[in-house]
């Protein structure tokens, strides 16, 4: 992997409807962490409690994927 890469990280409800950008640009080699809690998306009832779906993406300079993951989280309230 490259010393810089596009990190794309998007929060999925359900229905597959996006509900959160956590990230999206180019970022150096390294290890990140993003909060996925009402408290960055603004208000408490933006969010509801239950199961939501994460998916990354890590694209070289071609925007070729060189690394992808997806799962499942639970948000409680």
């Known amino acids: ?9 998007r929060v ?6 996006i509900v959160s950008v956590l990230e999206n640009g180019i970022l150096p080699a ?4 993003r909060e ?7 208000t408490l009832e933006d ?5 939501y779906f994460y998916r990354l993406i890590v694209r070289d300079n ?3 994927p060189v ?3 997806a799962g499942k989280m639970v948000l409680v309230k």
């Open 1 to 9: 992997i490259e010393a810089e890469n596009e990190v794309i990280l």
């Open 30 to 33: 390294g290890e990140y962490e």
């Open 12 to 17: 999925y409800n359900v229905e597959g409807e």
């Open 47 to 51: 969010l509801s409690s239950g199961v």
């Open 62 to 64: 071609n925007k070729r």
């Open 67 to 69: 690394f992808m993951d």
């Open 36 to 42: 996925f809690s009402p408290k960055s998306r603004g």
